[in-house]
């Protein structure tokens, strides 16, 4: 199998939240700047997507743990494209320790838009681009096992704190990074040890906008914007 369908990255730990939790936030940077490389490996980064007016953007993420992460120690994450369907694609990762034991397993759920009107388009450019790997990506497997599907949402909820969009909260797609909605929850603060981790993102935020993070009842989180749903989240032990 080739090679260029897997992107590592070693990462050290840093520390979690003091509870037993990882950083979790961290986890999710690591992911990202994993894919953002391979994505450029394989052909379908900023070569691909600039000159076609395409964004890539996230729908959907799922961290699960099977085994500790430890602050000051070293782990490394694998990265693969599964192959992309009609509208949708997912990538999926697993992070391992020094010893080769698999600790935790994600994946992400992606779509792709147009960058002028912002609607969802057809995978089509990018199943061409990866048409000579297209044989060997389909015998990947996802880490999981699942497909991810769409969090109930929680009434019930009590507002944490607001958060203001910064310069430094956005991203080259104009938006709040995905990975400050996680570091937000994670600055809500978690009840129990997290065994997994679920996001979805329904509506961007952008620059200087106000988000209200609020916290529900088992685990569940949610941010909201001008009176509109912007993620919901639920972690689980």
């Not at 909605?181 to 981790?197: C, S």
Request: glycine letters at 8%.
């Amino acid at each position: 199998m080739s090679e260029i369908l897997f992107h590592r990255e070693i990462f050290v730990a840093s520390q979690g939240d003091g509870k037993g939790n990882p950083d979790i936030y961290q986890i999710f940077r690591v992911f990202q700047l994993a894919a953002i490389r391979h994505a450029e490996e394989l052909g379908i980064g900023k070569s691909f997507y600039i000159p076609n007016r395409l964004l890539f953007v996230l729908c959907r993420m799922k961290l699960v743990l099977s085994g500790s992460i430890v602050a000051g120690k070293k782990y490394r994450l694998t990265t693969f494209a599964l192959p992309p369907e009609r509208i949708q694609f997912y990538r999926d990762a697993y992070i391992e320790d020094e010893s080769g034991e698999v600790v935790g397993r994600l994946t992400a759920l992606w779509v792709l838009i147009s960058a002028l009107n912002r609607r969802i388009t057809l995978t089509d450019g990018l199943k061409k681009q990866l048409e000579p790997l297209a044989e060997e990506m389909k015998t990947l497997r996802p880490v999981l096992g699942e497909r991810l599907s769409d969090l109930d949402e929680e009434e019930e909820t009590e507002a944490c704190f607001s958060h203001v969009v910064s310069q430094e909260d956005i991203d080259e797609n104009g938006h709040m990074n995905n990975t400050v909605y996680i570091r937000l929850v994670q600055e809500a603060g978690f009840d129990y040890p997290v065994k997994t981790f679920e996001i979805d993102f329904e509506k961007e935020c952008m620059l200087s906008e106000t988000l209200t993070i609020y916290k529900g009842k088992e685990g569940y989180y949610s941010g909201v914007k001008d009176g509109h749903l912007s993620f919901k989240c639920r972690v689980g032990k």
